[in-house]
């Protein structure tokens, strides 16, 4: 409790006799203004940004205001926040080495234009272009957002580049474990009532089937290589042969279903019908959809691959 | 008698027998020529020559035992892999492959049959594969009967799935591994069946050989201790269990670690931590029923209560104290990230470059399984339906290997056989059940009658005799009480649920003729249409030796491309033994192989360290990659490019990879977005990035292609985007081969100036000078000293 009454103190300080100071202490002044976050402009781009800086820089380029609409943008800015505001824990005196600040598109659109950005949001990394903090290579690093907007990831990466690690650490998430207990409370009380569904072998074989189904149809693809559930334009099939959309899991799952359900139906049901007549109905019906839904299969797979060869009845 | 055709009855039972014994003979061996056989497209279309990258240092490893023998192999230190760090080849390598090899030469050179080792290496897996469909018709016999055993020999036999590595020429690991899979859990579940201290035995001596021949045994090491620990969970709990679980893990276990690769690994890794716990947990169980044989029910109840429980807790309590004091190593990489697919990606960049290692799309499962794969789904269902301990096995097995095989394109190799013995066995059940010649009656009858004369059909019948089947087909043709229908879904359940006692069985069988026909036509047209498709599968994508590449002439012929064999003889003909050769990792073993040269990394990618330090070289500029190439005594510089002729698998292609590993160490020096344009995208053309058209790889792809296009603009054909205008210049390395189709390119490094200038001021000096003079470029001079 005692740093941030200091804290306030040196600012209120530092405000007084603002001009006499010097760009760092410029900054940390702007710095503790925005809580933590340096509100940029064109200007004071360039201030933080200047190439006899002695401190390092976290920047994020973004787009906040509603008319942009940059829906990444608003996903994005809470993390850097929360990054930012681990950051502001640090003692002062390493803390002002290195700054977190945000420029918004509409503050500074030349900035944009003189960096030839033509997307949001984008986190640069400034190091130290001068002083004992000297880095080797002075232009700035790009985050790389492929592990999404989450905050944990950015902190570990600029962790790289502030003169200690950023204390980040991440909220706990209150709703999953509320979720979870219940879930596992509920489960316990009912523990009863879903006994026999346990215990019952074919709410296993459901179980094992719709997995083994939902798996051959590529659905860790789909969850690994995070492809949408459908194309542009409606287009629910991807064209090639190393892909697919969400939504030819369900499809194709949905075909092997059908088609193996033929099946037992063909080798459980159908011998055990007494009338002849019914009978020889449902295994031409089985027999029938075995058929087509299969030439479908295969006109699907003919798109998918198109130097198949082969065709059925489609 | 009431039969829909017309069935022989006088044939006495010993002949059925014994020509039913004969048919499987010759039925096993048509289906060994064809497994076989469909393996030998790659020798005829291109020749008899081993493929791709790892089965080039397995056949270098495998001359080197049948040359020297196997001491020689043990000890074999192999100086010039990993320049200049070497590799310990025999401690670090699976050798079962290499010594079946081996065994196989000896043993034809001691009938004095001089067979060349490479023919060996070239068909050990078209041969092993047979030994697979025998392997699998033994594992399917027990789930079901043998006609369901041939079937799944012969699915096994030419399932592209299984294929896809097993071609003659593909002589890795994999080629001699899912037999000794299917063969392990074939004695593994005889040994449970009959509680057999031999085939427990057995399948833990074949475990070792599966040890010793491939990482992927792990996945025996799992399955059958998850399999008895299901057994235990649904309180099947028996002595056979027990004797067929202790009698394999005791003694595969500790055969396991004569493996020096191996070694403790099997007492202290995660993976292997499951096989101990349910080892354990059997004691445990097996002490508990000892006790409640011996003392009344209530000092069990409290005996229960108390040691139980203690052992129980104090079990869980010392693993994870193990664990957390590092005795116990947590998951290694590769199985981690099995689970947790994000990890490798972040972590282990060497792990997800390998294409092998991607997620699989359905095309892919449907390629390589055809309908296979949604009859299994219904075979799973008939093994539900059974439910004895060994269908659990399948059950299990299903679940685990179409999960494993969607996260890696690779496992779809371990799901192929669980594949062919589900679909097997749904496929079978369902010709047993048309081509079955019992007529039930429509109206009900006498039961008793009902019952001998279905008896009596079946036993004269039924395509395969069986004993056991038989009394089961007969009870279960049975003649009763016929139900309402309630439509489709009730009859399903219905048909699935046993028939509650008291309530007579009821009557099962085809009416006609005609409904026999159209099932049983519809599923043969559907197995031959499975012929053809796994025959163009295997003669079109899978024969391909990737070390040649064919192409088709204008008029269709076959025109083969040999860029690669014929980079690697000019290495060998044309630098010093002891030329350092630096490549991307991929074709380390192909080098060694062929060209017989030193290099830096290989596919061994045990080291990522000197992996990075290579990707760091490409990605950087000349200038920097000078000092690491001199330091590490490079003296060629290998790079794939294919580029004029369209061959995607080249390295720039492969470019990101390198930067992505070299950036996991020098995360300072190189990032991986620098190589993009500021749009974001991959380009080699006028608008790509400054660091990417300055650094090693891309100069040395791009040098002097513009030259082809007679000094206009070249195009690049895999990336369609024409190259700049004006292509690199090289400075510190030099122009030494280029292969016919420019798929490889090798440069010389240069040595240091005589004069100490660095490369690019002698260069400019050299050609101020030589501008007065005009010509000959310094490269050609180069080439000539």
Request: aromatic residues 14%; contains cysteine.
């Amino acid at each position: 409790m005692k740093n941030p009454f200091i804290f306030i103190l040196s600012s209120l300080f530092i405000s007084t006799c603002a001009l006499a100071s010097t760009p760092q202490q410029q900054l940390t002044q702007l710095a503790a203004a925005g809580n933590g976050v340096i509100k940029l402009n064109a200007e004071t781009f360039d201030l933080l940004t200047s190439p006899k800086r002695t401190w390092s820089a976290s920047i994020q380029l973004t787009a906040l205001d509603p008319r942009r609409r940059c829906n990444p943008c608003k996903e994005f800015d809470p993390s850097f926040q929360a990054v930012a505001k681990a950051w502001s824990n640090v003692s002062p005196k390493t803390r002002d080495e290195h700054f977190f600040a945000t420029l918004d598109f509409d503050n500074g659109s030349s900035v944009f234009q003189k960096l030839g950005l033509a997307s949001a949001p984008i986190v640069y990394n400034y190091p130290a272009a001068d002083g004992p903090r000297k880095a080797s290579r002075t232009s700035p690093a790009k985050y790389d957002f492929s592990d999404g907007f989450d905050p944990a990831p950015l902190a570990e990466f600029l962790s790289n580049l502030t003169p200690v690690t950023i204390p980040y650490k991440a909220p706990i998430d209150f709703t999953r474990w509320i979720t979870f207990t219940v879930g596992a409370l509920g489960a316990a009380i009912f523990l009863r009532f879903l006994f026999p569904i346990v215990n019952n072998r074919w709410s296993w074989a459901a179980g094992v089937v719709l997995t083994s189904l939902v798996m051959t149809s590529g659905y860790m693809f789909t969850r690994i290589r995070n492809v949408p559930y459908t194309g542009p334009n409606g287009n629910w099939v991807a064209s090639g042969y190393q892909t697919q959309f969400g939504q030819e899991v369900q499809v194709v799952a949905f075909t092997y279903g059908l088609l193996a359900f033929s099946f037992l139906m063909l080798t459980l049901v159908v011998p055990y019908q007494s009338s002849p007549q019914r009978q020889r109905i449902q295994v031409y019906l089985w027999t029938g959809v075995i058929m087509i839904v299969y030439s479908v299969l295969v006109s699907l797979f003919r798109v998918k691959n198109r130097g198949y060869p082969f065709k059925l009845f489609l | 008698m009431n039969t829909a055709y017309p069935v022989p009855i006088d044939v006495p039972k010993s002949t059925i027998r014994n020509t039913a014994s004969l048919l499987r003979i010759v039925a096993l061996s048509l289906i060994s020529g064809a497994a076989i056989a469909s393996r030998l497209f790659a020798v005829i279309n291109f020749e008899s020559i081993i493929h791709e990258f790892d089965p080039w240092f397995n056949y270098r490893a495998t001359r080197i035992l049948a040359a020297k023998g196997f001491y020689e192999f043990w000890n074999w230190f192999d100086p010039t892999a990993w320049y200049p760090l070497g590799r310990v080849v025999g401690g670090t390598v699976y050798p079962g492959l290499m010594a079946t090899s081996g065994v196989i030469y000896n043993v034809l050179h001691a009938l004095n049959m001089p067979v060349d080792i490479r023919n060996i290496c070239v068909l050990l897996a078209p041969g092993f594969s047979a030994f697979t469909a025998w392997a699998t018709y033994m594992f399917t016999k027990e789930m079901k009967d043998e006609s369901a055993g041939l079937l799944a020999a012969a699915l096994i036999g030419i399932a592209p799935g299984y294929i896809s590595r097993s071609v003659a020429g593909s002589y890795d690991n994999e080629a001699i591994a899912i037999f000794l899979l299917m063969f392990t859990f074939y004695c593994w579940i005889k040994a449970l069946k009959q509680g057999s201290a031999l085939f427990g035995t057995i399948a833990a001596v074949f475990y070792f050989y599966m040890v010793a021949a491939w990482g992927g045994y792990v996945f025996i090491t799992n399955m059958i201790p998850l399999h008895a620990l299901v057994l235990m969970l649904m309180n099947r709990f028996s002595n056979r269990l027990y004797v067929a679980y202790c009698s394999w893990y005791a003694i595969g276990t500790l055969a396991s670690m004569q493996v020096p690769f191996v070694g403790f690994q099997p007492v202290s890794t995660s993976e292997h931590m499951g096989a101990l716990g349910v080892f354990g947990l059997l004691q445990i169980i097996a002490f508990i029923r000892l006790v409640r044989s011996h003392v009344s029910a209530k000092q069990f109840d409290q005996l229960l209560s108390g040691v139980g429980v203690l052992i129980g807790i104090l079990g869980a309590l010392a693993f994870a104290f193990l664990t957390y004091k590092g005795k116990i190593a947590p998951w290694t990489g590769r199985f981690y990230s099995l689970w947790d697919t994000a990890y490798a990606k972040k972590h282990i960049p060497i792990i997800a470059s390998v294409s092998e290692h991607q997620p699989t799309a359905w095309p892919s499962f449907f390629m390589d399984l055809q309908f296979l794969i949604f009859a299994f789904p219904a075979g799973v269902i008939l093994c539900f339906k059974e439910l004895r301990d060994e269908h659990l096995f399948v059950i299990i097995y299903a679940i685990m290997a179409s999960y494993f095989a969607g996260v890696m394109v690779r496992l779809m190799l371990t799901l192929t056989p669980v594949v062919c013995v589900a679909s097997a066995v749904a496929l079978s059940s369902l010709l047993d059940t048309y081509i079955d010649p019992t007529e039930p009656r429509p109206e009900v009858e006498d039961r008793t009658d009902a019952v001998s004369e279905a008896g009596s059909v079946a036993t004269n019948g039924s395509s395969t005799p069986h004993p056991n089947g038989q009394s089961k087909k007969a009870k279960k043709a049975a003649a009763a009480a016929p139900q309402t229908p309630k439509g489709a879904l009730g009859d399903f359940i219905a048909a699935t649920t046993p028939t509650p006692k008291g309530t007579a069985p009821r009557q099962k069988g085809i009416f006609g003729i005609d409904a026999r026909l159209v099932v049983i036509i519809n599923v043969l047209s559907m197995l031959f249409f499975f012929v053809f498709h796994c025959t163009w599968v295997t003669s079109n994508a899978y024969s391909s030796p990737s070390v040649v590449l064919a192409s088709q002439n204008p008029d269709g012929s076959q025109h083969i491309i040999d860029d690669f064999r014929e980079a690697y003889y000019w290495l060998r003909m044309n630098t010093p033994k002891d030329a350092v050769v630096m490549s991307w990792w991929d074709y380390g073993y192909q080098i060694a192989g062929m060209a017989d040269r030193p290099t830096l990394v290989d596919n061994n990618t045990w080291n990522n360290t000197h992996i990075a330090t290579v990707g760091r070289a490409m990605a950087s500029s000349e200038e920097n990659a000078y000092p690491i190439l001199r330091k590490h005594d490079v003296d060629y510089v290998l790079v794939i490019f294919g580029g004029l002729i369209g061959y995607s698998g080249d390295d720039i292609n492969k470019f990101l990879w390198m930067v992505r590993i070299a950036q996991g160490v020098w995360p300072d020096e190189i990032q991986e977005s620098n190589y993009f344009t500021p749009q974001g995208e991959y380009r080699i053309d006028d608008r790509a990035s400054p660091i990417m058209k300055n650094s090693l790889m891309y100069k040395m792809s791009y040098y002097r292609f513009n030259e082809l296009f007679g000094g206009g603009q070249g195009q690049d054909r895999v990336r369609q985007q024409p190259v700049p205008k004006v292509g690199p210049t090289l400075d510190y390395i030099e122009e030494a081969f280029t292969s016919e189709n420019w798929i490889v390119r090798i440069f010389q490094v240069k040595k240091e100036d005589p004069l100490g200038r660095d490369h690019k001021s002698a260069n400019a000096f050299a050609q101020g000078k030589k501008r007065k003079h005009s010509k000959p470029a310094p490269r050609r001079r180069a080439l000539v000293a």
